[in-house]
């Protein structure tokens, strides 16, 4: 590119657009979700997070259909730390989190 700017420069760009635009996303969203929590809404606000888990997963450039603790699942499997640390951190919430992941 003529003017300077590189190929991996200008997709870091985009990725760190990306999460700012989920970041924007969730925190619109989370206070719907803890509302159909108060009010005894269960199933909703579970749609709601399982959609911003996808958006996150997304963001992070991953794909759109799969949750984020799936990812972390298979990087966990290849080995790979940070996956490892997320699946861990998963794990004291729901044990086993990452092995149950499905796509």
């Known amino acids: 590119m003529g003017n300077g700017l590189t ?3 200008i997709i870091t760009r985009l990725r760190l657009l990306a999460l700012l635009i989920v970041a924007q996303s969730a925190k619109l969203a989370t206070p719907v979700a803890v509302f159909h929590i108060l009010t005894g809404r269960d199933e909703k ?4 997070i399982r959609a ?6 997304a963001g992070l450039s991953g794909n ?3 949750m984020l603790s799936y ?5 966990m499997q290849a080995g790979r730390r940070r996956w ?3 699946c861990r ?3 004291l919430v729901d044990k086993r989190h990452c092995e149950k992941a499905t796509p």
């Open 7 to 9: 190929r991996q420069y």
């Open 71 to 75: 990812r972390a699942k298979i990087g």
């Open 64 to 66: 759109d259909r799969e």
């Open 84 to 86: 490892c640390i997320l």
């Open 52 to 57: 911003l888990d996808r958006l996150g997963n």
């Open 45 to 48: 606000a579970m749609s709601i």
């Open 89 to 91: 951190l998963l794990s």
